[in-house]
T-cell receptor, first 113, second 107 residues
Framework: NAGVTQTPKFQVLKTGQSMTLQCAQD?????MYWYRQDPGMGLRLIYY???????DKGEVPNGYNVSRLNKREFSLRLESAAPSQTSVYFC????????????FGPGTRLTVT | AQRVTQPEKLLSVFKGAPVELKCNYS??????LFWYVQYSRQRLQLLLR??SRESIKGFTADLNKGETSFHLKKPFAQEEDSAMYYC?????????FGGGTRLMVKP
């Protein structure tokens, strides 16, 4: 099992550009999550999907959109990137949907100039 | 709203010394708390959860509801314990993380 995979690993964008971060899991988990990790602030939840077909806002959703394409895939889109979105993005999945996020992806390091 | 605080950004100890990483929380309900660890160049992984009352890699954590704390402890630190440690609280379908503590274990 690959677990949780994310693409790309690194990305540099100019302000105003758009991009989609891809996440997939092969563990048949119901719930999936997107976090951003910033120094000194830990991980903050952007959006989550408790089950296929549902999505909900987390702590810091502004400037992002998500799509739960199917049970395996959960993408995060930045429509108009801003320097404040420079961060490391982690996708996670959980079987129980209890929010434990017990399987994390390797992360995507995004820089917006 | 829930909040998790890890007051130390960096904790540096010598090998063999005891370690305590502090975590305090605020939450009006009954908390479920976790510790996650991120080793250098590796993904975040669950270390332990309070409901299982387990010891993983020699680490333990006790939930103290009176002090609203969930400190992570290990009696004898090893160099391979050097990593970022995050305390997290589950509420509803979401995890709220603390800011993290970087543990450095010196030889």
């Amino acid at each position: 099992n690959a677990g949780v995979t994310q693409t790309p690993k690194f990305q540099v964008l100019k302000t105003g550009q758009s991009m989609t971060l891809q996440c997939a899991q092969d563990m048949n988990h119901n719930s999936m999550y997107w976090y951003r990790q910033d120094p000194g602030m830990g991980l903050r939840l952007i959006y989550y999907s408790a089950s296929e077909g549902t999505t909900d806002k987390g702590e810091v959703p502004n400037g992002y959109n998500v799509s739960r394409l199917n049970k395996r895939e959960f993408s995060l889109r930045l429509e108009s990137a801003a320097p404040s979105q420079t961060s490391v993005y982690f996708c996670a999945s959980s079987e129980s949907g209890s929010g434990t996020g017990d399987s994390f992806g390797p992360g995507t390091r995004l820089t917006v100039t | 709203a829930q909040r998790v605080t890890q007051p130390e950004k960096l904790l540096s100890v010598f090998k063999g010394a005891p370690v305590e990483l502090k975590c305090n929380y605020s939450y009006s309900g009954s908390p479920e708390l976790f510790w996650y660890v991120q080793y250098s160049r590796q993904r975040l992984q669950l270390l332990l959860r309070h409901i299982s009352r387990e010891s993983i890699k020699g680490f333990t954590a006790d939930l103290n509801k009176g002090e609203t704390s969930f400190h992570l402890k290990k009696p004898f630190a090893q160099e391979e314990d050097s990593a970022m440690y995050y305390c997290a609280l589950e509420a509803g379908n979401m995890l709220t993380f603390g800011g993290g503590t970087r543990l450095m274990v010196k030889p």
